[in-house]
């Protein structure tokens, strides 16, 4: 796959730690997608600057220390797998927690998918998709929204899980 034929998204601080700090089993898929091109991650300084103050949390210190990770090797992941933008313009619609609106504004400028698992981002949802972003369409979208049955498809295999050798041989 081409990089024009990626598909561009933004990811906000906590799936980043998801991706790279909490292992999350459920971030496997994305891990995947991004690492073969599949999904390309666009970023901005600031979202950089972002994750570089949260990994100094000391929650996250310990987190790193048990699992022998370290902040250096979580910030050269977003070096390596990131693209950098330039600041988007404010968005037309804003969000309540002013830490997210970098998301959505570099989202909705570059029409993107957005994930995120913040509650003030996501009850945005429908005004992000009038805007051309969808947000986390791996996630069962709201009542009364509908994707069509291509599109559908097309973003669950996004977030699929890589078969492994060993399972499909065990089968």
Known sequence: MT?????????DTNIV???????DPRTQGLRHAVNQGRLRWMATASMREEL???LAYPHLVARMAQSGQTAEAVLQAFDTQATLREDAPKAP???KDADDQKFIDLAVAHRALLLSKDAQVLCMRRRLERLGV????????????????????FFASLFQAPVLAETALAA
């Open 3 to 11: 990089s024009s034929e990626a598909v561009w998204a933004v990811l």
């Open 17 to 23: 730690l998801d991706l790279w700090i909490f292992d």
């Open 52 to 54: 570089r103050r949260v």
């Open 93 to 95: 619609c804003t969000c």
């Open 134 to 153: 969808a947000l986390n369409p791996h996630i069962p979208p709201p009542p009364g929204f509908v994707l069509e049955a291509p599109e559908k498809a």
